[in-house]
């Protein structure tokens, strides 16, 4: 399953290495912890995480 990791090495509450994950899509954000909610490229990573995949994309039929 996929999934995005969002981080900041100027976050002074969360490590960043306990965010960045070797099978995530990790994205890195230059922004302090609570600025993480509203900062651009957070909020164009999230958009991006939820825009669907072609896999997901596809008709589910009933087996």
Known sequence: MRFTSIDSRQDAAVPWQASADPHADN?????GHLALLTHP??????????EPTE???GTVTAA
């Open 55 to 57: 896999e997901a994309a």
């Open 27 to 31: 994205v890195e954000v230059g922004a």
């Open 41 to 50: 490229d957070a909020v164009r990573a999230v958009a991006a995480a939820l």
